[in-house]
């Protein structure tokens, strides 16, 4: 019962909404220098847990770790109330219908539905759900995390609360819930709406040089719909990917291996406009 409450859209829309207020009384009570370096430290958490754990390890598979290690993960993204069996499910379906009809977040549905309303209700069954992430439903771990995803939450924005008082939980945990919130949005909005594209991905999937920056890496969605399955996003030297660069550093650790990258003949499949182009700019 208590679950089946909390995965209603009206729980969502209603939690949601209220974290979106204690980070506008800020600009009357004040942040303190302990509030901000908290911010930073979990917003770097944060990204990682989405890019690097929710995204490129649960959803794709673009590497190999334990199953301690793959706990560790599917817990820190659960502190901002990411459900690591949900996301997978729903994000594969995302990849193997994206830009059609049956694509929830797609900008073709306008932006509203893109931006909010999928988040809100996405229309998938917990059947359908469970089937796409079916490599993941056998450990007892995971699905427990699925099925009370919202405790985590929970219990980390009361322990900022009780540890650095009403500015820190305004600033540290709920502006970057909101990252949490809007960024996947901003994603499936602008990285599905330009014309930044090298790769034919049958989509309108685009690398975004800001989304890049803002999202440590997770911007360059087009290369990322060209090869999903890469630990690495941005392909090339001069395309950031701090996500990739934290990857290489945990594989260096021996917590992770084996990471995925594209093969040079996917790699440099460019589109045959892209490489007219760029055959034209040189010298």
């Known amino acids: 019962m208590l679950t089946r409450l909390a995965r209603s859209k009206h729980t969502t829309a209603v939690v949601a909404a209220l974290f979106h207020i204690p980070p506008l009384t800020l600009f009357f009570t004040g942040v303190r220098r302990q509030d901000w370096a908290a911010f930073a430290f979990l917003y770097l958490v944060n990204m990682f847990a989405l890019g690097g754990a929710l995204h490129r390890y649960f ?3 673009g590497y190999k770790t334990s199953r301690a290690f793959q706990f560790v993960m599917a817990l820190l993204a659960s502190v901002f109330f990411a ?3 949900g996301f997978t499910g729903r994000h594969r379906i995302h990849h193997r219908n994206s830009d059609t009809d049956v694509d929830v977040h797609s900008p073709l549905r306008g932006f509203w539905q893109c931006w909010v309303g999928s988040l809100l209700d996405d229309g998938f069954s ?4 469970l089937e796409s992430a079916r490599d993941l439903t056998r450990y007892p771990e995971l699905m427990l995390l699925h099925r009370y995803f919202f405790l985590p939450g929970f219990a980390t924005a009361l322990l900022i609360g009780w540890i650095g008082g009403y500015t820190m939980f305004a600033s540290a945990y709920c ?7 809007h960024g996947p949005s901003a994603l499936n909005w602008l990285g599905h709406r330009g014309n930044n594209r090298r790769y034919d991905t049958g989509d309108l999937s685009n690398n975004s040089i800001f989304l890049g920056f803002v999202l440590f890496g997770e911007g360059w969605h087009n290369n990322h719909h060209h090869y999903p399955n890469s630990a690495r996003a941005g392909f090339f030297w001069y395309e950031i990917d701090c996500i990739y660069y934290w990857l290489k550093l945990l594989s260096r650790l021996g ?3 084996d990471l995925r990258q594209p093969p040079d003949g996917v790699k440099y499949a460019f589109r045959e406009e892209t ?4 055959s034209c700019a040189l010298p």
Do not use: P, T, Y
């Open 59 to 61: 959803a794709h598979r």
């Open 126 to 129: 917990e059947e359908r759900i």
């Open 175 to 181: 502006l970057v819930f909101l990252v949490s919130f």
């Open 275 to 278: 490489r007219r182009d760029e």
């Open 255 to 257: 917590l992770i291996w």
């Open 83 to 85: 459900d690591v069996i």
